[in-house]
C-alpha cells in the first residue's frame, strides 16, 4: 500500500506553460506538505496545511498556488513556469502539526522546464 | 537566523562506526530530527531527539546536546545500503510549526 503517492512523477515542460502536481496520502494524517528540493539538495518547506486549512506559507512566488480539497489530498499548481522552478517537489504529511517531527514523504515529482 | 549545519561529505568503509554531525542555530527548537535520503528517492524518517541523550535504533543511534546546539547520528556496522544524504531537521514552533531541514550529509560506504 502506498503512503504518500505522487503524480506525476517526471514532468517537462517549457517556459510559461501551467502545471498542476496532485498528492495523496492514505495514512490518515491531518497535516500535508510542499517541499522544494533543489539541484544541491536542500530541502526547503513551501507550505503546509492542516485540516484543508493553510497553515505554513513560505516566500513563495505567488505564480505557486496550493489547494487542499480534502485532508487526504494537496495539490500544488504552478503558474506561468521559469526555468528556476525546475527541481524535485516532494509531498509529505504528519499526524498532526504537533507530530511535524516525523513526515512521510512521497516520491517526489521532478520538474523539468525547458 | 536559523540555520543548521553538516558535514558535506563523509566516506566509510563496509562494517565501520561513522557519526554525522549537526550544529544548529534557530529562533526556537523542539527538538531534531534525522531523515535519510537515497539517491532518486524519498526522505525517510529515522529518529527524533526531544530531550538530552541517546536514542538507539537497531544499528542507527541519534544524540542530542540542547546546551551545545548539537546533535549527531551514528550508524553502526555500516553497509552498503547506507550510502545515502542524511539531513538533520528542526522544529521550528516561534511563528508555525514546520521542519527546518540541515544542507545534508552524503554518506558513502565502500566494500
Known amino acids: 500500500d502506498t503512503a504518500v503517492s505522487q503524480t506525476p512523477k517526471y514532468l517537462v515542460t517549457q517556459m510559461g506553460n501551467d502545471k498542476s502536481i496532485k498528492c495523496e496520502q492514505n495514512?490518515?494524517?491531518?497535516?500535508m506538505y510542499w517541499y522544494k528540493q533543489d539541484s544541491k539538495k536542500f530541502l526547503k518547506i513551501m507550505f503546509s496545511?492542516?485540516?484543508?486549512?493553510?497553515?505554513i506559507n513560505e516566500t513563495v512566488p505567488n505564480r505557486f498556488s496550493p489547494k487542499s480539497p480534502d485532508k487526504a489530498h494537496l495539490n500544488l499548481h504552478i503558474n506561468s513556469l521559469e526555468l528556476g522552478d525546475s527541481a524535485v517537489y516532494f509531498c509529505?504529511?504528519?499526524?498532526?502539526?504537533?507530530?511535524?517531527?516525523?513526515?512521510?514523504f512521497g516520491p517526489g515529482t521532478r520538474l523539468t522546464v525547458t | 537566523g536559523q540555520s543548521l549545519e553538516q558535514p558535506s561529505e563523509v566516506t566509510a568503509v563496509e562494517g565501520a562506526i561513522v557519526q554525522i554531525n549537526c550544529t544548529y542555530q534557530?529562533?526556537?527548537?523542539?527538538?531534531l530530527s534525522w531523515y535519510q535520503q537515497h539517491d532518486g528517492g524519498a526522505p525517510t524518517f529515522l529518529s527524533y531527539?526531544?530531550?538530552?541523550g541517546l536514542e538507539e535504533t537497531g544499528r542507527f543511534s541519534s544524540f542530542l546536546s540542547r546546551s551545545d546546539s548539537y546533535g549527531y547520528l551514528l550508524l553502526q556496522e555500516l553497509q552498503m545500503k547506507d550510502s545515502a544524504s542524511y539531513f538533520c531537521?528542526?522544529?521550528?514552533?516561534?511563528?508555525?510549526?514546520?521542519?527546518?531541514f540541515g544542507t545534508g550529509t552524503r554518506l558513502q560506504v565502500f566494500p
Open positions: 509529505a504529511s504528519s499526524h498532526r502539526t504537533e507530530a511535524s517531527y516525523e513526515q512521510y
Open positions: 496545511y492542516n485540516n484543508k486549512e493553510l497553515i
Open positions: 531527539n526531544a530531550l538530552d
Open positions: 534557530t529562533s526556537g527548537f523542539y527538538g
Open positions: 495514512l490518515g494524517h491531518d497535516t
Open positions: 531537521a528542526v522544529r521550528d514552533l516561534i511563528n508555525t510549526d514546520k521542519l527546518i
